[in-house]
């Protein structure tokens, strides 16, 4: 109540209750014998590192509180990676994010491959085009730089494009699931990089064997 007094021994940083990203507005930490819950849990910090290290203090922990607090019955003392292994909620989001994984991979790989048909589909139907354009006397090498320019800047407008809306989503993410990294540099990186080899490629292949064709077989391709 508004008219109870409190003697504040020590404040915590916020902490998260579950693996969604619930919003803490503050909480207040009272005494075991001041509000009785069924579930107490006790945290124990070791200096030692290692699971094995952390599995021998088992049976020291358990005669510890024990001797703190007699008349109460501890079930299970275990390391915090065995609590999570034991987690039904984070088994399954662990799953999940194996499946987001996997369809991800799919995604970008067809987007890839869909990408690069695109692009030298475009560049074949330009056939005619590059045909006449030799024939007037273009240089080769500037014809296949202009259509690489030209699809280079394509590709890049739509991988800033993927990667605007990509981090939009990510930090939707990662406002919902806690500890969630919403933006890995690694990974969109190699997704740029990817779609950019395959612009690039579907660009430069298809130029390249159409300025190396005779300008009349060019022209009578169409």
Do not use: C
Not at 21 to 26: D, K
Not at 73 to 90: D, G, P, Y
Not at 147 to 174: F, K, Q, R, T
């Amino acid at each position: 109540s508004p008219a109870e007094t409190v003697e504040i021994v020590g404040i915590a940083r916020t902490t998260h209750l579950r693996l969604k990203g619930e919003r803490q507005t503050g909480a207040i930490l009272v005494p075991f014998a001041q509000g009785f819950t069924g579930n107490v849990f006790f945290f124990v910090r070791s200096a030692s590192a290692g699971e094995s290290a952390l599995a021998g203090l088992r049976d020291p922990v358990r005669r510890e509180l024990q001797a703190a607090a007699p008349d109460v019955q501890f079930s299970t003392v275990s390391t915090f990676l065995e609590h999570k292994n034991a987690s039904l909620e984070l088994w399954l989001l662990q799953r999940m994010s194996a499946v987001a994984i996997a369809f991800g991979a799919a995604a970008a790989l067809i987007s890839v491959i869909g990408l690069y048909g695109a692009k030298a589909y475009g560049v074949s139907r330009r056939t005619r085009e590059i045909g006449i354009r030799l024939a007037l006397g273009a240089e080769p090498s500037r014809l296949r730089n202009l259509i690489l320019g030209e699809g280079i800047a394509s590709g890049l407008l739509g991988i800033a494009l993927g990667l605007l809306l990509g981090a939009m989503l990510g930090y939707l993410l990662d406002s919902v699931i806690v500890e969630f990294d919403g933006f890995d540099p690694s990974i969109f990186g190699l997704a740029a990089l990817a779609l950019f080899t395959a612009t690039f490629a579907a660009s430069w292949l298809p130029a390249r064997r159409a300025t190396k064709v005779n300008p009349m077989t060019a022209l009578r391709a169409e």
